[in-house]
């Protein structure tokens, strides 16, 4: 079994930051790409950041040069660094890993979200 769990969402006005963080746990052998994605209200569930296991990351068009994705490979955590936000970044954001356990078997994970708001 693995768990990621979400911490870090909540309120801020518009030009704040806040930090997102997702922990891995459980049967993990090793953790392949971790990303993060964001679903808004009536919209579809898109591809926020991308890292690999090496620490290459690629970015969407709307939040490049003001998110920073990173990972710390020692405690299976992936982070989100949101500056300068805007009210667009309002939704609910999701952690994504490709985990393989120590059965062999690689699947793909999400964590349960954590809600971001941006006021104006």
């Known amino acids: 079994q693995v768990q990621l769990v979400e911490s870090g969402g909540g309120l801020v006005q518009a030009g704040g930051s806040l930090r997102l963080s997702c922990v891995a746990s459980?049967?993990?052998?090793?953790?392949?790409?971790m990303g993060w994605y964001r679903q808004a209200p009536g919209k579809q569930r898109e591809s926020v950041a991308a890292?690999?296991?090496?620490?290459?990351?690629n970015y969407s068009d709307s939040v490049k040069g003001r998110f920073t994705i990173s990972r710390d490979n020692a405690k299976n955590t992936v982070y989100l660094q949101m500056n300068s936000l805007k009210p667009d970044d309002t939704a609910v954001y999701y952690c994504n890993a490709d985990i393989r356990d120590w059965s062999g078997r690689r699947n793909d994970y999400w964590g349960q979200g954590t809600q971001v708001t941006v006021s104006s």
């Open positions: 459980g049967n993990i052998f090793s953790i392949n790409a």
């Open positions: 890292i690999t296991s090496g620490g290459s990351t």
